[in-house]
């Protein structure tokens, strides 16, 4: 599904990769931020990944970002991997909720971007649901996420979906974070999307949508998993 305000210029093109255990509230985090809204009863859980686009000012430069909201199913980790490869950025996120078996989580979330992402990639972890804690329980949590991200060299962002909280200071510190890693952040600016799994290439200064299908199965999943982020893709290029 497309963003409601992905026709309006930009500046810069940067690509996010949302990861976490499945149930973790990825894509609320995404709604919240696309379209503003908050319907977890509409949020049916994610199969494969799903893609959308939002315009925002970031540090008042106009950014444009590509969020692929990807499943946080073990079994279908192989497609989300293939994404990893071409983001500039990965949010991890963690259920504020359920910290205890989120948080355990975060070092193998974290092995699997280095093995799969760029090395130069930015990183930033995101507890959602902070709404479900008390005040006193949120600066206990943020206390050992923030030691915990600290450890790993990356920011923390805590936020709420419900209530609308920290959603503009995660994706800012998105921006913040690959505009200065280093080459890739550049590649960002100059909207070049690389390549997506199975030669699907999408980006400004790309006028086509192609693909290649190799298979009936390949085909089968492009039609069941892909179909929406690549029509929302092309409603972009066509505008």
């Not at 049916?44 to 909201?69: C, E, K, Q, S």
């Not at 073990?74 to 950025?89: C, G, N």
């Not at 200071?169 to 952040?185: D, K, L, N, T």
């Not at 299908?213 to 982020?229: D, G, K, T, V």
Request: hydrophobic content about 40%; glycine content about 6%.
């Amino acid at each position: 599904m497309q963003s409601r305000d992905a026709s309006t210029s930009y500046d810069e093109v940067i690509k996010v990769a949302i990861i976490g255990p499945e149930g973790s509230g990825k894509s609320c985090l995404v709604q919240r931020f696309v379209d503003g809204s908050f319907a977890p009863a509409d949020t049916l859980p994610t199969v494969g990944v799903d893609f959308r686009i939002h315009n925002a000012p970031a540090d008042g430069i106009r950014t444009r970002m590509h969020l692929w909201d990807t499943t946080g199913s073990p079994r279908l980790s192989k497609i989300t991997h293939a994404y990893y490869r071409v983001a500039h950025a990965i949010v991890i996120a963690y259920d504020a909720s359920n910290a205890s078996d989120d948080l355990a989580q975060v070092g193998v979330w974290l092995e699997t971007v280095r093995e799969y992402a760029s090395s130069t990639v930015a990183v930033v972890l995101v507890g959602t649901k902070a709404d479900a804690l008390t005040d006193e329980e949120q600066v206990r949590l943020k206390t050992r996420a923030d030691t915990l991200a600290r450890r790993a060299g990356i920011p923390h962002v805590l936020t709420s979906a419900a209530r609308g909280t920290g959603i503009e200071a995660c994706f800012a510190a998105v921006a913040r974070e690959v505009r200065s890693s280093g080459p890739r952040a550049s590649v960002g600016r100059r909207a070049s999307l690389g390549k997506l799994p199975y030669h699907v290439a999408v980006g400004k200064e790309n006028e086509s949508l192609s693909s290649s299908i190799q298979s009936a199965s390949l085909a089968f999943y492009l039609s069941s998993c892909c179909m929406p982020w690549l029509q929302a893709a092309t409603a972009d290029i066509k505008e």
